[in-house]
């Protein structure tokens, strides 16, 4: 084995290592997830260098479809201090989410009709962009919430019995 084989060998990094900006673990709890699409997103230069930083809060954020255009509105990116003086950045301001006009006329339809809602999932790298993982969702009565915690609770009691068991 020459010094070539070796550096062929060169360890790399999983495809999705620290991928993951941040994540809306409320919208799961709040709603049943039923269909979930990929968008990207409009953002100023120093939104994603806080992005890179992972200064960014959604769970407060929401998704609304206006003039055929969806719209990301209530996610908080905190800017950097180190942002530029001649910039006032708006850390809450309205970004625009890029989709396919296939999937913004699903979207349309199911939130017109059938009474869905928009949630933002995720936040996470791909190839050096910014995507955000929307959730087609309705939402959860108390009853739900309530039947999910149980439920999860039994599974984590379950796992616990077999492991000691």
């Given at each position: ?40 997103i409009v953002l100023e230069g120093w ?119």
């Open positions: 084995m020459g010094y070539n084989d070796q550096m062929a060998k060169k360890k790399s990094k999983p495809a999705n290592a620290g991928a993951t900006i941040a994540l809306n673990k409320k919208a799961r709890h709040d709603y049943f997830i039923t269909d979930r699409f990929e968008a990207g939104e994603v260098k806080s992005l890179r930083a992972g200064r960014i809060q959604l769970s407060d954020s929401y998704v609304l479809i206006k003039d055929n255009e969806a719209w990301l509105l209530g996610a908080l990116i905190t800017p950097l201090p180190t942002a530029s003086t001649h910039i006032h950045p708006d850390p809450t301001r309205t970004r625009k989410l890029l989709l396919n006009r296939t999937e913004l006329d699903k979207l349309i339809g199911a939130v017109e009709r059938k009474g869905f809602t928009l949630v933002p999932l995720a936040m996470y790298w791909k190839r050096s962009r910014a995507k955000l993982e929307i959730g087609l969702a309705k939402g959860k009565q108390a009853h739900d919430k309530r039947a999910t915690q149980k439920e999860r609770d039994w599974q984590r009691q379950k796992q616990r019995l077999l492991k000691s068991g």
